[in-house]
């Protein structure tokens, strides 16, 4: 049974930093895509941050600059460094993977596994 696990949410400052991480179990995903969505109460998933095997990251337009995604060398935990945290990136933050081998997609509806969330709250 594949599981993803965050871990790493809570509350912060305004300015402040935050390391999320997701284990993943099940499964290894060395050879697909891994990416962080998010949702604020009444809002919409949003993507966040994703990075394919090779490498290759993408980044949502209001976090770029800010958010560092990373994976760890055997490919099953990935991580997301957020700095400069705004009151608005609050939300629940999911970790994803794409059950594809060697496909990079950004929208979430591609993603068959999810984690169960993690809350991040930036206080201003």
């Known amino acids: 049974q594949v599981q993803l696990v965050e871990s790493g949410g809570g509350l912060v400052q305004t300015g402040g930093s935050l390391r999320l991480s997701c284990a993943a179990s099940?499964?290894?995903?060395?050879?697909?895509?891994m990416a962080w969505f998010r949702q604020a109460p009444g809002r919409e998933r949003e993507f966040v941050a994703a990075?394919?095997?090779?490498?290759?990251?993408n980044y949502g337009d209001s976090v770029k600059g800010r958010f560092a995604i990373s994976r760890d060398h055997v490919k099953t935990m990935v991580f997301l460094e957020m700095n400069s945290l705004k009151p608005e990136d609050t939300a629940v933050y999911y970790c994803a993977a794409d059950a594809r081998l060697f496909v990079f997609s950004t929208h979430g509806s591609e993603y068959d596994y999810w984690g169960q969330g993690t809350q991040v709250t930036v206080s201003s």
């Open positions: 990075m394919a095997y090779s490498g290759m990251t």
């Open positions: 099940g499964r290894t995903f060395s050879k697909n895509t």
